[in-house]
């Protein structure tokens, strides 16, 4: 037996969680989205800095909250989808969900996923674990025990077989994500971008420039311009190495430690610009598109907020790589940082 949807795919790495709604969104809708709009939406200025004294990382920084579930939970009612994570003990119960929501006429999200069991993705495959992917099943063959999936990477139609599927479920990121989750999607009545992108945008500037919390938004990043000299004497030297090197580790377009650090001589994959690069990229496109000249202008703030986070990258990995010091100009950087997102936001509230 076997079942598959057919369904237009558009590739777009580094957004994996978000590809697959997308997919579904611009099926259902017929209109084209800016390369990683969604998750840009759902991300963009959720800030956040947290002291700790009793975990590994002592002082954690993040500029944009990546968590699948908080970010599904944001963005829904904007576009106008729902959805519901199945989780479940056994991989032969997740698989008879997944085929009941194709045989019934609609794809699934399947994730997280350990990409180390993907065999198409041949660097990785049996090289790198990387516990946190998600992908599209729109079908399944029994005779064959695969299923057929699009991926954020890839272009193509894929075949995993159920062997290397079950391997790469089994796996779960604390916060997350669990084993063997499944996830159900129905997109009743999606709004239209302007609309998604407008109330998006204005919650997203209204709670960075007013947070709930002083860790969060504004105020966090003005605590933790403060905090940032304190950290060598407050610290021991290894926590305070960890403390930089986790937090140039979530600047990554996707949460991955720059090759320097890991002893590898090969330039980057990724760009450490906290995503600020990419969000300027969908504000213009969308900006543009729409005839929003508040949000191309906001675009430009953002994106040179990316670049002085990208300089305070630079500073980190010479210092734990080369011993080169430059920290003291970090308070100063991030200022700017803060400036630029401040004046970004603001445009952004006024549309």
């Not at 900006?287 to 191309?296: C, I, M, R």
């Not at 210092?319 to 200022?335: M, N, Q, S």
Request: some cysteine.
């Amino acid at each position: 037996m076997q079942s598959q949807i057919e369904l237009k795919h558009h590739m777009d790495d580094y957004e994996c969680m978000w590809n697959g709604i997308e997919d579904i969104y611009m099926n259902k809708t017929g209109d084209a989205l800016p390369s990683s709009c969604f998750f840009t939406l759902a991300q963009l200025g959720s800030f956040c800095y947290l002291k700790t004294e009793h975990d590994t990382v002592k002082r954690m920084v993040s500029i944009g909250d990546g968590r699948t579930k908080k970010m599904y939970a944001f963005l829904a009612p904007m576009v106008g989808f729902s959805y519901q994570h199945h989780e479940f003990g056994q991989f032969e119960r997740a698989l008879r969900k997944a085929k009941s929501e194709i045989d019934a006429g609609y794809p699934v999200v399947l994730g997280a996923l350990d990409m180390y069991y993907l065999p198409y993705y041949p660097k990785l495959f049996h090289q790198y674990h990387i516990p946190l992917h998600y992908v599209l099943m729109v079908g399944y063959n029994e005779e064959e025990a695969s299923i057929k999936l699009f991926d954020c990477g890839r272009e193509e139609l894929l075949t995993l077989s159920y062997i290397d599927l079950q391997k790469s479920l089994d796996c779960a990121y604390p916060g997350l994500s669990h084993r063997n989750t499944v996830c159900t999607v129905r997109m009743e009545k999606p709004n239209g971008k302007y609309e998604i992108a407008r109330q998006a945008l204005s919650k997203k500037a209204d709670w960075f420039l007013n947070p709930p919390a002083k860790f969060l938004g504004r105020k966090g990043l003005q605590k933790l311009i403060c905090d940032l000299p304190k950290w060598k004497t407050e610290l021991s030297p290894e926590d305070y190495q960890k403390a930089l090197a986790n937090m140039v580790m979530f600047f990554g377009t996707v949460p991955m430690l720059p090759n320097a650090l890991l002893g590898m001589e090969e330039p980057d994959t990724v760009r450490f610009m906290a995503r600020l690069d990419v969000a300027s990229d969908v504000l213009l496109r969308l900006g543009t598109e729409l005839e929003q000249p508040g949000w191309t202008s906001a675009a430009n703030r953002f994106l040179k907020a990316g670049q002085s986070v990208e300089q305070i990258s630079h500073i980190v990995v010479g210092y734990l790589t080369k011993g080169t010091d430059e920290t003291d100009f970090l308070p100063d950087l991030f200022e700017q940082v803060l400036t630029e997102m401040n004046e970004g936001f603001e445009l952004l509230r006024r549309v």
